[in-house]
């Protein structure tokens, strides 16, 4: 006999909630998501996905495999809703000195972690604009989720079949009635809830901004500490500010004209920069920067996690996605250990 599939409440519909919700239609599971209307990190969200960590050169977590299933579903989505959401678009990195660009160059070359995921740029490949005075690296396999109009897209889709409400929720509310399951994907509002437990989700202020350049600046992200995204329209993404004592997701007066100069210090002659946008958001995020995910505590069989995404949300979303529920549907005994509460030393299943 084949087991009853449950009817699940999703909590918020920021990213976590959007890809959530696109794992469960896709297994043709019934669910309705719940947003309160606040603002979520996705809001803000670079959509980069970026199989290196630049401080250190190293490969992030899973790279590979989360690259790879993020391409994949993401496409998929693309062909449910008919509006392009990812396209490959490399990153160049500006060498910050000499001791930098060595240690790229060598890793390069081969036989490292990372050496797969990068490659050295010659100057004259570079974009016009560019200035890079200790040279200049390429992660080729990188790309660019276009955040909002998944999002967007998502929640249109879920209201036109009756799937969404505008409605908070929170662990007072319990399992409301005619659901099985609730998954919460409320990013930092789940914070609270989650204290009970000994659980830790952090709030990480950050802030992006929308340019217009006087010039184009090229068709690839740059970064050089600040990231350029280009937006394909003649516009460019710049960010991200990271802030861990901002409770609140507050425009900042001095932001703009910050990340303009990161901006213009990756270039020539940056001419003039229009800013078109400012926005900001808190992320969701955990002590190792892994998120919290799958069933908190026996005692309240009805209520996973998948929170604390981070900066890296769009790249790891279909796969912590997808892992939060197979376990929910008893596919799997558990989320993998390296993103299970029980890491946290401060756990307690009340």
């Known amino acids: 006999m084949t087991p009853k599939r449950p009817h699940v409440l999703i909590a918020g519909d920021g990213i976590a909630g959007c890809l959530i919700a696109w794992e469960l239609h896709l297994r043709g599971c019934s669910f309705v998501v719940w947003s309160d209307g606040s603002p979520a990190a996705s809001d803000v969200a670079a959509g980069m996905s970026n199989p ?28 449910q809703i008919g509006t ?39 100057i004259s490949s570079l974009h016009k604009s560019i200035n890079a005075p200790f040279g200049a690296g390429l992660v080729p396999d990188a790309g ?10 998502s929640r249109l889709k879920w209201q036109q079949q009756g799937s969404w409400e505008q409605r908070p929720w929170t662990m007072a509310d319990g399992c409301p009635q005619g659901f099985d399951v609730v998954v919460d994907c409320r990013g930092t509002g789940g914070a609270e809830d989650l204290a009970a437990f000994g659980l830790e989700l952090r709030r990480n202020h950050g ?25 394909g329209d003649g516009t460019y ?13 507050v425009c900042l007066e001095d932001t703009p004209r910050a990340l303009i100069q990161g901006a213009s210090n990756a270039r020539k002659t940056p001419g003039e920069i229009e ?46 996605a997808r892992w939060t529920i ?25």
């Not at 250190?56 to 062909?79: F, G, K, M």
């Not at 802030?207 to 937006?231: F, H, Q, T």
């Open 237 to 249: 993404r710049v960010g991200s500010t990271y802030h861990w004592g901002i409770h609140e997701p």
């Open 84 to 122: 392009i959401l990812w396209r490959d678009l490399p990153i160049v990195r500006i060498f910050a000195n000499e001791e930098y660009a060595k240690c790229w160059v060598e890793r390069a070359a081969g036989g490292h972690a990372v050496s797969p995921f990068i490659e050295v740029l010659e």
């Open 207 to 231: 802030e992006v901004i929308r340019v217009k350049p006087a010039e184009s600046w090229g068709e690839r992200i740059v970064n050089n500490a600040n990231w350029v995204l280009p937006l």
């Open 275 to 320: 800013c078109l946008e400012h926005l900001a958001g808190l992320r969701p995020t955990c002590f190792d920067r892994r998120p919290i995910l799958g069933m908190i505590s026996k005692d309240y069989p009805y209520y996973h996690a998948c929170l604390g995404w981070g900066a890296r949300g769009v790249t790891i979303g279909p796969t912590v």
């Open 52 to 79: 290196v960590s630049f401080k250190r050169i190293l490969p992030q977590w899973n790279a590979r495999a989360q690259q790879d299933e993020a391409r994949a579903r993401y496409q998929t989505i693309e062909s």
């Open 326 to 350: 197979e376990a929910m549907l008893g596919e799997r005994d558990a989320v993998p250990d390296e993103v299970h509460p029980k890491r946290f030393p401060t756990f307690t299943e009340k």
């Open 144 to 153: 660019w989720v276009n955040v909002i109009a998944l999002t967007e897209a």
